[in-house]
């Protein structure tokens, strides 16, 4: 096969598996970025920085260790289809704004359940619900 053919090939491969993983963007993190869209169930811990907005399609779960804090960038949110589990414990788990003036933005794509284990501190703070 001539050295030009080859090269061609190659190219091509690389065109594939590049467009392979944009179509398929990953939101994992541990102690680290997240963006994208999950892929498989995830567990977040330590550090994490939402970087732009993380989507947990139907059937997936994003589950936020205790002592996790989630930084969000500016307009950055996590949507969720699926199920989002962040229980806290002695060890409080933080989403917060890596910024002065944002809030960060946890978008629920289905109905709400009231959790009847959250404590008074919690209850103070309703979740705010954007359908």
Not at 23 to 33: H, I, K, M, R, T
Not at 38 to 65: E, K, Y
Not at 83 to 109: E, H, K, W
Request: aromatic fraction near 4%; include cysteine; proline fraction near 6%.
């Amino acid at each position: 096969m001539p050295a030009a053919r080859i090269g061609q090939v190659l190219f091509s491969a690389l065109l594939a598996l590049l467009a392979t993983l944009h179509a398929s963007p990953l939101a994992l993190a541990a102690d680290g970025e997240a963006c994208g869209t999950l892929i498989a169930s995830t567990t977040w811990s330590g550090a994490v920085t939402v970087t732009c907005d993380v989507f947990v399609p139907a059937g997936l779960s994003l589950t936020v260790s205790p002592g996790t804090t989630v930084r969000f960038r500016e307009w950055a949110r996590i949507e969720v289809s699926g199920n989002l589990n962040a229980n806290g414990s002695s060890a409080p788990i933080t989403f917060t704004s890596d910024q002065t003036a944002p809030v960060p933005r946890v978008v629920a794509r289905h109905r709400l359940h009231r959790n009847e284990h959250r404590d008074a501190r919690q209850r103070s703070r309703p979740l705010r619900r954007q359908v």
